[in-house]
């Protein structure tokens, strides 16, 4: 459990922030008075996975004229939005002493565990790597010939072979505050939003930019008892190669 208080960068108002390390979840306490967007610019181990995150807003039961608590209006109260991951606007259209708490998914540690694209993987087999050499400078003789350099233009780099545990179409606790991801989220991590693209990875604070190894990705269907139910799952087999 981490905790600190944030003061805003454009007004004398403080949040306070508590860091959840084992479900990785960040929650904001905020109690004050907004008549303009406060601006906080929050710690490294506070950023948010989401680049642009809008949170929940609250809303405000005003009472009309009558005084009637029955006989009232609601209107919109905080407006929460992160900007570039750590930059959190707490405004409102209607100046007032607002009182709340918002949480969200936190950016994982890098000094612990898998990673892929900025999401913990828990449910990775240990598995496989390897080094392999990659010449950078490769040219022709006036024959055609190909001429490597065997000087410090050749460098090593490492392909990873990575299994799943069995992946059914919903999350699961494996250990203690440890879920497996859905076989669908899981797919959508490993592959990125579109062919071709990077794949960040970071084993245990060691970053790497891979890529996933072309007709790597392999299944096989196993069967596993799952909240008590038995699930026919898929244990995923695939390759990344470091570029």
């Known amino acids: 459990m981490r905790i600190e208080t944030i003061k805003a960068s454009n007004t004398q108002n403080t949040i306070k922030i508590t860091r959840n390390n084992i479900e990785e979840w960040i929650s904001i306490e905020f109690n004050f008075f907004i008549n303009e967007t406060n601006i906080f ?55 007032d002493t607002y009182k709340g708490i918002i949480g969200y998914e936190s950016t994982p540690t890098e000094d612990r565990g898998i990673i892929i694209n900025g999401i913990r993987i828990h449910c990775l087999i240990p598995g496989t790597s390897e080094e392999f050499a990659t010449m950078l400078s490769i040219a022709r003789n006036h024959e055609g010939g190909l001429i490597a350099s065997k000087t410090l233009d050749s460098s090593y780099k490492n392909i990873f072979n990575f299994s799943t545990v069995p992946l059914c179409n919903e999350e699961y606790e494996i250990t203690k505050n440890q879920f497996a991801h859905s076989l669908e989220e899981f797919l959508n991590i490993i592959k990125g939003k579109f062919i071709g693209s990077w794949i960040y990875l970071v084993i245990n604070g060691n970053k790497y930019t891979t890529i996933l190894k072309e007709g790597s990705i392999s299944y096989r269907e196993v069967k596993a008892r799952i909240n008590n139910k038995n699930k026919l799952c898929r244990v995923i087999n695939f390759t990344l190669e470091e570029v």
């Open 41 to 95: 610019e929050l710690p490294e181990w506070a950023k948010c996975q989401d680049e642009s995150f809008i949170g929940d807003v609250q809303a405000k039961f005003i009472p009309n004229d009558s005084g009637n608590i029955e006989d009232r209006t609601v209107q919109t109260g905080v407006i929460i939005k992160f900007v570039d991951y750590n930059i959190l606007h707490i405004s409102t259209s209607f100046p």
